[in-house]
T-cell receptor, first 115, second 114 residues
Framework: GAVVSQHPSWVICKSGTSVKIECRSLDFQATTMFWYRQFPKQSLMLMATSNEGSKATYEQGVEKDKFLINHASLTLSTLTVTSAHPEDSSFYIC???????????FGPGTRLTVL | GNSVTQMEGPVTLSEEAFLTINCTYTATGYPSLFWYVQYPGEGLQLLLKATKADDKGSNKGFEATYRKETTSFHLEKGSVQVSDSAVYFCALSDYGGSQGNLIFGKGTKLSVKP
């Protein structure tokens, strides 16, 4: 099946720094990628939807200036957490939607810990 | 708004036991329903889906039937294996058969003991 990778798989950073997370579709092109956030024992919450070559659409309550999303190509989307704070510590998961079968394929997630 | 409610976990079963994980939903229109599985250290994988009422999705011995009258999509397996240990997520999409804007339940962790 289709594979989506995320890098890094985990990251620890200091408060106030910025962290970039990459999401790549390895063997298919994805015009749409999604970014989710998952708290312990909680559901996945959609943060934003990004379409290649256009601005991301953010869900209500998600700060677009804090969570910068760039979908520069059909196989790569990045999420940058700017000026990270401890409350941003979470598990971030991306998914990429296959254009042909209209199915979402999920990455393994990135665990962010902000000290 | 649309939402998904699934049973709280964790669920611990012995190998070859029968599994049911309940899932109910609230949605306007006619959503598609999905079960995803997340094995330790891996991303979510689509387990099965149903796109209209009375459809039954099935895969790897798991089944779920889209019940519009009870707004449910319960996951069942007749005989679980240790390798089924994972977190299971029920989800819906209100984009017909496509998987735009999935709404997830909280997930149910299943542990199967030998």
């Amino acid at each position: 099946g289709a594979v989506v990778s995320q890098h890094p798989s985990w990251v620890i950073c200091k408060s106030g720094t910025s962290v970039k997370i990459e999401c790549r579709s390895l063997d298919f092109q994805a015009t749409t990628m999604f970014w989710y956030r998952q708290f312990p024992k909680q559901s996945l919450m959609l943060m934003a939807t990004s379409n290649e070559g256009s601005k991301a659409t953010y869900e209500q309550g998600v700060e677009k200036d804090k969570f910068l999303i760039n979908h520069a190509s059909l196989t790569l989307s990045t999420l940058t957490v700017t000026s990270a704070h401890p409350e941003d510590s979470s598990f971030y998961i991306c998914s990429a939607r296959d254009s042909l079968y209209n199915e979402q394929f999920f990455g393994p997630g990135t665990r962010l810990t902000v000290l | 708004g649309n939402s998904v409610t699934q049973m709280e976990g964790p669920v611990t079963l012995s190998e070859e036991a029968f599994l049911t994980i309940n899932c109910t939903y609230t949605a306007t229109g006619y959503p598609s329903l999905f079960w995803y599985v997340q094995y330790p250290g891996e991303g979510l994988q689509l387990l099965l889906k149903a796109t209209k009422a009375d459809d039954k999705g099935s895969n790897k011995g798991f089944e779920a039937t889209y019940r519009k009258e009870t707004t449910s999509f319960h996951l069942e397996k007749g005989s679980v294996q240790v390798s089924d240990s994972a977190v299971y997520f029920c989800a819906l999409s209100d984009y017909g058969g496509s998987q735009g804007n999935l709404i997830f339940g909280k997930g149910t962790k299943l542990s199967v003991k030998p």
